[in-house]
C-alpha cells in the first residue's frame, strides 16, 4: 500500500498563477483533510471532506478550494497564489475523522 | 489564544538522558490526546494516544491533567533517533478537525 500521496513534491508559482495539488490514498479512508505548516505556526486546517462529494472550511480557507470527486482523491486549488501561500501543505487521511490521521510527504510551494 | 500551545525547545539532552515537556490546550471540551512525531522536512506521524490514566509505550510515556489542562511526554533512555519534532494533538468529541500544536523539538547527542 502506498498511502497517502501527494503530487508535485514542489513547485514554484509566480504570483496570480493558479494550480492544483493532488492528493490520494489507498486505504478505503471516509476523511480526508489539507493542512498548511508554516514555521512557529504549527499545521492549520485549510479544508477537510468527511466524505466523498462533501467538504468544508477549515481555519485558514480563503485562496484555496477542494474538490473530493471520488473517495480516494482530494484536490486543493490556488485560485490566484499570492506570496502569503508559500508554505508546506500536507494531506492526510482518516477512517472515520477519528485522531489517528495519515500523512502524505508533503507539497513544498514557493510563490514569487 | 493559541488552542494548543507548546514550548518550542529545542531540548538538547545526551543519548541516555531522559527528558520530558508539556502542552496545554485551551478548549475545555477537548476529549482525544495525541503526540505526533516530524522528523526534519517529513511529514507527522501519529506516536501514541493519550490516555486519561497515563499510557507508556515502550520508551514513551503519556500523561494527561484534565484539571490543569496539560498533557505530557516523558523520552527514558534517549536514542539519537528520538531526534525530531514532537507534535501535541488535541481533538474535540464531536469534530472531524485535530488541532495541532507547533512542536517541541527534541535533540539527542552522542
Known amino acids: 500500500n502506498a498511502g497517502v500521496t501527494q503530487t508535485p513534491k514542489f513547485q514554484v508559482l509566480k504570483t496570480g498563477q493558479s494550480m492544483t495539488l493532488q492528493c490520494a490514498q489507498d486505504m478505503n479512508h471516509n476523511s480526508m483533510y489539507w493542512y498548511r505548516q508554516d514555521p512557529g505556526m504549527g499545521l492549520r486546517l485549510i479544508y477537510y471532506?468527511?466524505?466523498?462529494?462533501?467538504?468544508d472550511k477549515g481555519e485558514v480557507p480563503d485562496g484555496y478550494n477542494v474538490s473530493r470527486l471520488k473517495k480516494q482523491n482530494f484536490l486543493l486549488g490556488l485560485e490566484s497564489a499570492a506570496p502569503s501561500q508559500t508554505s508546506v501543505y500536507f494531506c492526510a487521511s482518516s477512517y472515520e475523522g477519528g485522531g489517528t490521521q495519515y500523512f502524505g510527504p508533503g507539497t513544498r510551494l514557493l510563490v514569487l | 489564544r493559541k488552542e494548543v500551545e507548546q514550548d518550542p525547545g529545542p531540548f538538547n539532552v545526551p543519548e541516555g538522558a531522559t527528558v520530558a515537556f508539556n502542552c496545554t490546550y485551551s478548549n475545555s471540551a477537548s476529549q482525544s490526546f495525541f503526540w505526533y512525531r516530524q522528523d526534519c522536512r517529513k511529514e507527522p506521524k501519529l506516536l501514541m494516544s493519550v490516555y486519561s490514566s497515563g499510557n507508556e509505550d515502550g520508551r514513551f510515556t503519556a500523561q494527561l491533567n484534565r484539571a490543569s489542562q496539560y498533557i505530557s511526554l516523558l523520552i527514558r533512555d534517549s536514542k539519537l533517533s528520538d531526534s525530531a519534532t514532537y507534535l501535541c494533538?488535541?481533538?474535540?468529541?464531536?469534530?472531524?478537525?485535530?488541532?495541532f500544536g507547533a512542536g517541541t523539538t527534541v535533540t539527542v547527542r552522542a
Open positions: 471532506s468527511a466524505s466523498e462529494g462533501t467538504t
Open positions: 494533538v488535541v481533538k474535540s468529541s464531536n469534530d472531524y478537525k485535530l488541532s
